[in-house]
Structures are given as C-alpha cells and as structure tokens.
C-alpha cells in the first residue's frame, strides 16, 4: 500500500490532483490507515496512470474517468502475474539491483539465461524476475537508480541475443516496437528476439514510436505485419493512435498487441497473449501460412 506522497512520486501527479480525482470522480477509492490517512494500492496506481495519460492525451479528466472505470469494469488487463512454472531464482535481479552489485548481476543473468532455451527462459524466469523487479521498485524496497541499473543491464544481454539471431531472418519482415511516450523496451525485445530466433525477418524500431513514424517505416519496410508492446496502462491512448493510424493507411496489414495491458486498447488490433513463447509460434505459423495461399500454385 502507498501513502499519497509515494503514489505521486510513482505516477507523477500532484497530491492535490490525486485528491481532486478521488472526490471528483471516484477514479481511486484507497482505504485508510489506523491514523486516517489515504492508502492507494497497485490497482489504484494503474487507474491513477491511466486516467493521467488520457488527460494528457487531449480528452477531459471527466472522459478519461469514464473510460478508466469503464475498462475496470469490463475485467481487462491488470498486470500480468507470474508464470506458475517459474524457473530457477527470481528473485536475483531484485537483490543485485539493491546491492549494485555488476558481479552480481552479471551472474544472476548468466544463470538465469542458461537455465533453459531462450523461449523457456523468458516466460519462465526473465518476465517474472522483471515483475519482481517493478513491483520491489513500486514498494521502495529498489531505488529509481537501482532499477536502472538492473534493467540496462537486461536491455544489453537481450539486444546481443537480437544480434546473434540475425542469421535466423529469413521468413516474412515483421515490424516491432512500441508507441509514443512508451519506452519500457525489455519484453518487447525478447519478443522481437524469439520472433527473430524463429526464423522472421524482424525490424526492431525500439521505443518512443509516434503514430506518423509507424505509418512511415511501413511504408518503406513493407512488413507482413506489426507487433506494438502495451507495457503500461499510460501506454494505451499511444497505442490506440499508433493502431488507428495504421489502420487507415493499411486497412489490410494486421497490427497485433502484446504487453500486460493489451486488452485495453480495443479496437482492430490482434491480441497475442501474455506468453511469450506460444504467441510467437503462433504468430509465425500465422504469418508462413498466409505466405503460403498468397503465392500461385504451381
């Protein structure tokens, strides 16, 4: 549970704003402690983020707080939990971020990397040690820096397994990225990199993606189709955008969602699930066999 000075150091809104929204709006309805204060917890902190990204978006605090709520209310996306076949020690980026320790770290990643293959290791340690990882973030227990630290670290291992797997591209071109504003990169680049591994031509085009741009590298890029991370719920306005955008100039082109808050952009896009591993093979069975009926017999 979070007091209002630690929710509006998580998600970046003023106390007094915090507040307006609760009575205003019901938005948030935190339970009180012993002494009477306001305590939010992480569903509060995910509609708060929600409601502040959609304000930012252009829409009234009114609006946004009928979607917000409205989206609760259809049961979509909260954070994914950890998968129940966890693998090996989970909790080891947590400890060497608190420590920073590179040593440390550099071990945990070694071990946890080579418990398995790539695609057993994400869904089965990667993922929930980065759940472990945010969630020790969001209760204080890791600072800012130390999550950092953590997360750089991931970033560069993933981004050397991209590149080991560039030999693999030689199936149909996917585009892979993520919105504007959205820069949490770590499970879309093991995605991109299974797909990779898995014999796609992937263009990995990162983070902090506008609209216009995805639109844009289609153009050039010519992909069979696009993948988008919704890592957050201050993702979705972004990705509503990116997805829409899309669809107007390649009404055609498929655009599908991963990410812990995939269900709550709505809309054309396909959903791929929270598994890493299966979604990939799925989308690449997809993607090969409409290959298949698309060239002439014979």
Do not use: C, N
Request: proline share 5%.
């Amino acid at each position: 549970m979070y007091t209002v000075k630690r929710a509006a150091e998580l998600t970046g809104i003023a106390p007094d704003t915090l507040r307006m929204w609760e009575r205003r709006y019901a938005v948030v309805t935190p339970t009180r402690s012993d002494g009477g204060y306001r305590l939010y917890d992480d569903a509060a902190l995910r509609r708060l983020s929600a409601m502040q990204a959609l304000v930012g978006s252009g829409i009234s605090a009114r609006q946004a707080a009928g979607l917000v709520l409205s989206d609760e209310a259809a049961g979509v996306d909260a954070e994914p939990v950890p998968a129940a076949d966890t693998l090996g020690d989970t909790g080891s980026l947590v400890r060497a971020a608190q420590r920073f320790d590179a040593a440390v770290l550099s071990a945990a990643l070694d071990e946890g990397f080579g418990q398995a293959s790539f695609e057993r290791v994400v869904d089965g340690w990667l993922m929930p040690a980065l759940l472990e990882l945010g969630a020790a973030w969001r209760r204080g227990d890791v600072t800012v820096a130390g999550e950092h630290f953590a997360s750089a670290s991931v970033h560069r291992r993933l981004s050397i397994l991209f590149d080991a797997a560039a030999g693999s591209g030689i199936g149909p071109r996917v585009l892979v990225g993520l919105a504007r504003g959205s820069r949490h990169e770590l499970g879309v680049l093991a995605f991109a990199t299974v797909l990779r591994r898995a014999g796609l031509d992937v263009v990995y085009v990162g983070g902090d993606l506008p609209a216009a741009e995805f639109v844009g590298a289609v153009a050039t890029e010519q992909p069979a189709a696009v993948i988008i991370g919704v890592p957050s719920t201050e993702d979705v306005p972004a990705v509503r955008e990116a997805v829409a955008a899309l669809a107007a100039a390649y009404p055609d082109l498929p655009v599908h969602l991963g990410g812990g808050h995939q269900s709550r952009v709505g809309g054309t896009a396909r959903l791929l699930g929270h598994a890493v591993g299966p979604a990939a093979s799925a989308l690449v069975g997809e993607l090969v066999a409409e290959l298949g009926a698309e060239r002439p017999a014979g």
